[in-house]
């Protein structure tokens, strides 16, 4: 029987989300399942190369939308569609609540053209579950200065900007008729995953 299934994980960045992945990943296999992990933009060897040009050079705010969706279409077709098809289960650092929350929350582009990319390029496929990890943008930031990379060209945003993209996080999580768990991503690593296991338990009981 196939029984893959496809989640993701979203937040601001700073939010934490990527430390909780392998998390994640183990508490699919104790379920006796596979798993795939991987991410967007990228996920493939051309949405690797895709996500090198959104994260560092400027663009356009539609073109910064398609050239989201163009990696996704690759990593659809070629990633998360073959694996939920063997009945592995997919788990994506990213999908399309990202390109809602940053494209149209913090850029500004209509949601009528995220509708229309997003109908386009996955039209039969949403995530199964998504996990928000939620976090107000002082402590992101704070949590991102302490890692000592340089920041791309989305994490030199200014606060503003992530408090429209962590407001349209939330109302899509209200909108989502409970695919989107928010997950209070304030405090300890534990904490968080302690929240991150209740709501996993609960999204498949
Ligand atoms: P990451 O740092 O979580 O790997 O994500 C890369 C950056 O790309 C992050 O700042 C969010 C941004 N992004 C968008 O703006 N739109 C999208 O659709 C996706 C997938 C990511």
Known sequence: MNTGRFITVEGIDGAG???HL???ASAIRARGAGVVVTREPG???LGEKLRALALNDPMEGTTEALVMFAARREHLVRVIEPALGRGDWVLSDRFSDATYAYQCGGRGLPASVFL???RLVHPDRQPD???LFDLDPAIAYERQRAQSRDPDRFEREAADFF???REAYLERAGSSGGR???VD???SLEGVRDRLAQAFARAFP
Request: one cysteine or more; glycine letters at 8%; proline letters at 4%.
């Open 116 to 118: 229309t990319l997003e």
């Open 43 to 45: 996920g493939t060897p």
């Open 22 to 24: 392998e998390f994640l």
């Open 163 to 165: 408090r429209c993209v």
């Open 129 to 131: 579950a998504t996990f």
């Open 17 to 19: 989300k990527s430390s």
């Open 180 to 182: 989107v768990h928010v």
């Open 185 to 187: 991503a304030s405090g």
